[in-house]
């Protein structure tokens, strides 16, 4: 729940969502613009078959003007895992934005006394359109489900027979983690640190390299620091954002490069820490199992600071 949040929290954004958009959807060619989004509520509400009232939340829902030749809702979904009713979720996201969009109308055909009765709507009244994506960002790829034939059950044989009968539905899966550099490159926002930093998750030593050399200036440096903890599990994320907001010259560090430099600073005082408390509690007899419990760290992290302890002394 918490990486739910944060990452939507950054996406909302709407320099981030265009962002996300025009690279993924288009190419990078610039085809929506921030200032044509507006965010609209996340919750709906629907009935089940029992007539039971239910609320259903999704990631991200905008209302974009200029988009295709009209105004439509753009919407976008988060996923760590894949989900394998992924199409069926989708389905019930875009159908809540319709079924809303016609109450919405036919309320207002009722108040002006201008009901279209069976018709529900009248002719010259059409929806607008409900698009949505899905960024993913597991390492696995994403194989399956990419249609509603592939969450029915169905099988190879009868598939045929089944599609003179239902529409097929299809998602659009953005795999995050699988993004090579010509594309990564096309970002103009802070998203582009999130992407890269998916690219090389796992090699932390290339990362920084390659962060190293970007002199894009963060606009959303907390969001952007959020995520990054949600994505990573690294702790030093969330110390950098403490020192980040204590700093009054926050504009001089509102740049990847410098926010790795103080995650550094930060590694090298929790090293050193950490390192303080093994030794007194080494030379208070306990062992590297119950050193490693009480201080929240691996076996292995402990057993190798005891070794380099011992090498130092007989050395």
């Not at 207002?108 to 201008?114: A, F, G, I, M, Q």
Request: overall charge negative; proline content about 2%.
């Amino acid at each position: 729940m918490e990486k739910d949040i944060t990452t939507n929290n950054l996406i909302e954004n709407n320099d981030i969502f265009a962002d996300i958009v025009n690279v993924n959807l288009f190419e990078g060619e610039q085809v929506i613009r921030q200032e044509d989004l507006e965010s609209v509520p996340v919750d709906t509400s629907y009935k089940d078959l029992d007539g039971r009232q239910h609320r259903l939340f999704r990631d991200s829902l905008k209302k974009v003007k200029n988009f295709g030749g009209c105004i439509a809702f753009l919407g976008c979904e988060n996923q760590t895992e894949i989900n394998n009713v992924m199409p069926v979720r989708n389905m019930g996201y875009n159908y809540t934005v319709y079924s809303g969009q016609i109450r919405e109308m036919a309320a207002k055909n009722n108040r002006d006394k201008h009901s279209a009765y069976a018709k529900v709507l009248h002719d010259d009244q059409k929806l607008m359109p409900v698009a949505t994506f899905v960024l993913y960002y597991g390492r696995k790829k994403w194989e399956r489900p990419l249609t509603l034939m592939d969450v029915l059950d169905i099988s190879d044989t009868d598939k045929e027979f089944w599609e003179k009968l239902i529409s097929d539905y299809k998602i659009r899966i953005i795999h995050m983690a699988d993004q090579p550099e010509e594309i990564r490159g096309r970002y103009q926002s802070d998203y582009g640190v999130i992407a890269d930093y998916l690219a090389y998750h796992g090699n932390k030593k290339e990362l920084d390299m390659y962060l190293r050399k970007d002199r894009r200036k963060l606009v959303h440096v907390e969001q952007v620091l959020d995520m990054l903890h949600a994505l990573s599990g690294d702790k030093r994320f969330e110390l950098i954002k403490g020192r980040y907001l204590e700093n009054d010259d926050k504009e001089e560090r509102d740049y990847m490069c410098v926010l790795l430099d103080m995650c550094e600073e930060e590694g090298v005082k929790k090293g050193i820490s950490l390192v303080k408390r093994v030794v007194q509690l080494d030379i208070g007899g306990k062992k590297a199992e119950e050193i490693a419990e009480e201080l929240g760290e691996e076996v292995f992290v402990i057993k190798d600071i005891v070794e380099s302890m011992s090498v130092y002394k007989r050395g």
